[in-house]
């Protein structure tokens, strides 16, 4: 399978895994918005894939240049379609999973753990002072 752009290893891997083709997605080039000044406001830079038979659109724009953009867009449009087919096991599903379990907080059993870890500690270090 030939992709009109370099993607990673990993990538090709994971379209394989899915089973795109690269024939079944559509390239759309627009102009550019944001920050970025004159260069990104005049220059083609947005790159626009949709894949035909899921419906899946991914619109990339991060970078000035058309062919990074269009790198990380084809590469984005992969994992989007791995989490499409393979649900909480796909790569992204793992990732946002990580980062809301980070974010979560503590319950109270864990805290008073902590919280007695540390007294622990403490006690130990008191028995290190000098005696005077």
Known sequence: M??????GHKYQLMAQ??????????EHFTHGG????QKVNKAVNCVELTHT???ITVRYQ??????RNRKDAWELLILKLEEHHKGEESQLARERFKVRKQKQRRSRRAKE???EEKRQTGALKETRRDLI
């Open 2 to 7: 030939e992709f009109p752009v370099e993607i």
């Open 17 to 26: 895994d899915v089973r795109l083709q690269p024939s079944d997605v559509e």
């Open 34 to 37: 944001g920050p970025g000044g």
């Open 53 to 55: 038979p899921s419906g």
């Open 62 to 67: 991060h970078h000035r240049g058309l062919q």
């Open 113 to 115: 753990k902590i919280l």
